[in-house]
C-alpha cells in the first residue's frame, strides 16, 4: 500500500502496527521503552518515511543495530520497500529554518472553507426544522449574544451541514470588521491536533490561533469521542471562546446526553447553550425542496406531474440527501437514458427502480389490498367499508381508503373510485378526499393512523 501523503490518523495507526511488531521480535522489553516506545512519523513523502526520535543516541542505534529489523517491519507491514529516515526534534527545527531562514509560522485548518452554494436563501424550511433554522437565524444577526454555543442535532442527511454553512456565509457577508469564520468537521480538529500538538510550543500555537477566531462552527462532534487528551484541547478552546463571545455552534447525530465518549464537563457546557433538533421532513416541506432544486437544475417544475414528486416525497425522505439523490437520478434518466421534457408517475417508477425496487409497487399494491388493511386497522370487514353504511366510524375509514387510494396509485380514476365504492359518483369521491386531506392539518390522531396505515401498505 503507498503511505504517500498519508493523513496524520492514518500513519498514527501505521507506525503503532510497526512498533507492535518491533516489540514482538525484541528480547527484552527496556529496550522498546528506552529507544522505540516515544518515536513516531512526521511524514512520509518521495517513499520515505521520516522517523522522529528522542535523542541522537536513539538515532544512531535505530540506523545501525536496529537497522535491518525497522526494516524487516517496515516491509512486512506496508508491503512495500520505503526508506527510513530518523531525526531529532531539534533537527528538525533545524531543516525548517534552513529552507525559510527563519522559524517558519505554523498555519492551522488551511483547507477550511464555507460551501458559498449553502445559504438561509436555498434551504427549504418545514415544520420539521423550523426552530433550528430560528435559531440559526437568530446567532447569524448577532454572534456570540444569545445562544451560545448553539447545538443542532438530528440524524444524518436532515440539514445540519447546510444550517452551519448558512451561519457562516451570512456572518462573513453581514458582519462587521470581517469576522473571522472557522468551519470545520471535528475529525479534522482530531487530525490537525495530533499534526501541531506533538510539545508545548505547538500546542500553545494552536491555543493563539483560536484567538483570532470570531465564529467556530464545528460539525459531527460525536468524532471527538474518545480521544481524552485532544478533547482536552477542544475544551479550552471552547470555552475561551464562548468566554469572549465568540459564537460556537456544534451539531451532531445525537443531543448532547446520548454523545458516549466525552466528558461530562463538556456535554454540560453543550446544554449550557440551545440545543434544538431537526427532524425527518413532512411531506409538503420534501415537494418544496425537490422543487427547489427542479428550478436549480434550470428545468420547469410544471413538466413534472404533481404525483411524481408526491411519489418521490413518500419514499425517500427518510432524509435530504436521499430525496435530493432520488430526484437526481430522475433528472439523469431523463436527460440521458429517455430524453424526455415530461416526467409521469410511470416514467418516475422506472428510473427510480433500481434505488428501491419500486417497480414493484404498483404492482404488489391494488385497491383491494389498501381496503383490506383499512378494514383491518379500523375492525371492521371489507364489506361494511364499500357498503353504504354512513355512521361516523365507517365513514372515516372509508373516506381514508378513498384517499390512500387516491394519494397511493395514483393512476387510479375518480370513477373507479367511485365504483369500488358502491357505485358513488366523482364528487362524494373527492368530498372524501378532500375532508381527509383538511382534517390532516390539524388532528395528530388522524395523521398517525395514515402514517401507519401507508406504512402497512407499503411494508
Not at 233 to 259: C, G, H, W
Amino acid at each position: 500500500m503507498n503511505y504517500n501523503n498519508a493523513s496524520v490518523s492514518e500513519t498514527t495507526k501505521l507506525w503503532g502496527r510497526i512498533l507492535n511488531y518491533i516489540k514482538d521480535a525484541l528480547d527484552e522489553n527496556v529496550v522498546y521503552d528506552s529507544f522505540f516506545k516515544d518515536t513516531y512519523i512526521q511524514e512520509i513523502e518521495d517513499n520515505t518515511i521520516l522517523v522522529v526520535v528522542n535523542s541522537s543516541l536513539t538515532k544512531t542505534l535505530l540506523q545501525s543495530k536496529y537497522k535491518d529489523l525497522v526494516d524487516e517491519a517496515v516491509r512486512e507491514i506496508t508491503e512495500s520497500d520505503y526508506k527510513i529516515e530518523y531525526a531529532t526534534l531539534e533537527e528538525l527545527k533545524d531543516r525548517s529554518q534552513s529552507r525559510t531562514g527563519t522559524q517558519k509560522q505554523q498555519t492551522f485548518f488551511e483547507n477550511a472553507s464555507l460551501n458559498p452554494k449553502q445559504t438561509f436563501a436555498n434551504f427549504v424550511v418545514g415544520p420539521f426544522n423550523l426552530e433550528a433554522n430560528q435559531a440559526a437565524t437568530l446567532i447569524s444577526c448577532d454572534p456570540g449574544k444569545m445562544f451560545n454555543p448553539l447545538f443542532i442535532y438530528s440524524e444524518s442527511g436532515l440539514g445540519k451541514t447546510h444550517l452551519l454553512n448558512a451561519i457562516g456565509n451570512y456572518i462573513v457577508k453581514n458582519g462587521t470588521n470581517q469576522p473571522k469564520v472557522l468551519n470545520i468537521s471535528a475529525d479534522v480538529f482530531v487530525d490537525e491536533y495530533l499534526r501541531f500538538v506533538k510539545g508545548d510550543k505547538e500546542a500553545e500555537s494552536i491555543k493563539d490561533y483560536f484567538k483570532t477566531v470570531d465564529v467556530f462552527l464545528v460539525d459531527d462532534i460525536q468524532f471527538l469521542a474518545d480521544k481524552p487528551k485532544t478533547e482536552e484541547m477542544f475544551f479550552y478552546v471552547f470555552s475561551s471562546l464562548v468566554s469572549a463571545n465568540k459564537q460556537v455552534v456544534i451539531t451532531s447525530d445525537r443531543q448532547p446526553n446520548e454523545l458516549k465518549g466525552l466528558t461530562d464537563r463538556l456535554v454540560t457546557r453543550f446544554n449550557q447553550g440551545l440545543v434544538v433538533s431537526i427532524k425527518e421532513p413532512d411531506r409538503e416541506t420534501c415537494i418544496e425542496i425537490l422543487k427547489k432544486k427542479i428550478e436549480e437544475n434550470n428545468l420547469e417544475v410544471s413538466n413534472f406531474d404533481e404525483n411524481v414528486l408526491v411519489f418521490i416525497a413518500d419514499n425517500f425522505s427518510h432524509n435530504i440527501r436521499e430525496l435530493e439523490g432520488a430526484l437526481n437520478r430522475l433528472i439523469f434518466y431523463m436527460v440521458n437514458r429517455k430524453k424526455t421534457d415530461k416526467v409521469t408517475l410511470d416514467f418516475a417508477l422506472d428510473a427510480l427502480s433500481s434505488l428501491t425496487g419500486t417497480n414493484n409497487i404498483a404492482t404488489t399494491i391494488n385497491e383491494k389490498k389498501i381496503i383490506d388493511i383499512v378494514a383491518d386497522y379500523y375492525n371492521l370487514s371489507p364489506s361494511q367499508l364499500t357498503g353504504k353504511i354512513r355512521t361516523g366510524q365507517v365513514a372515516l375509514a372509508r373516506h381514508i381508503a378513498m384517499y390512500l387510494i387516491r394519494n397511493i396509485l395514483t393512476d387510479v380514476s375518480l370513477k373507479k373510485i367511485g365504483d369500488i365504492f358502491g357505485g358513488k359518483d366523482h364528487t362524494t369521491v373527492i368530498n372524501g378526499v378532500q375532508r381527509v386531506e383538511k382534517e390532516l392539518k390539524t388532528d395528530a390522531s388522524l395523521k398517525a393512523a395514515v402514517d401507519e396505515l401507508t406504512r402497512r401498505i407499503k411494508g
